[in-house]
Nanobody, 126 residues
Framework: VQLQASGGGLVQPGGSLRLSCAASGFTFSSTGMGWFRQAPGKEREFVASITWSGGNTYYAASVKGRFTISRDNAKNTLYLQMNNLKSEDTAVYLC????????????????????WGQGTQVTVSS
């Protein structure tokens, strides 16, 4: 399993970024996926998740209405569109796989996911 996150960078408050997570080595189209983030000195935090079909999505309260998770199963790629970014969104963003066959709803703990990418840094600062 390989997960390669990209698209991070430095952005001003109120700006936007689109993160991508390129997946390989497993059946992406049958796998629920999630985005997490981790700021320095803080625990890894759930951001959003999406079912294998893309039919259901879940968000942390802190990002709901600003972030959108999506996927393209034909391209084996997961996305996170982030709008109206705030300084508190600064973190390393990581994508992860939900073990196949297990439900996705309510899975917000890092231990609910098995494989992880290396992360991409997002810095929101003026």
């Amino acid at each position: 399993v390989q997960l390669q996150a990209s698209g991070g960078g430095l952005v001003q408050p109120g700006g936007s970024l689109r993160l991508s997570c390129a997946a390989s080595g497993f059946t992406f189209s049958s796998t629920g996926m999630g985005w997490f983030r981790q700021a320095p000195g803080k625990e890894r935090e759930f951001v959003a998740s999406i079912t294998w079909s893309g039919g259901n999505t879940y968000y942390a309260a802190s990002v709901k209405g600003r972030f959108t998770i999506s996927r393209d199963n034909a391209k084996n790629t997961l996305y996170l569109q982030m709008n109206n970014l705030k300084s508190e969104d600064t973190a390393v963003y990581l994508c992860a796989t939900r073990p196949r066959g297990l439900p996705l709803a309510g899975t917000t703990r890092p231990t609910d996911y098995d494989y992880w990418g290396q992360g991409t840094q997002v810095t929101v600062s003026s």
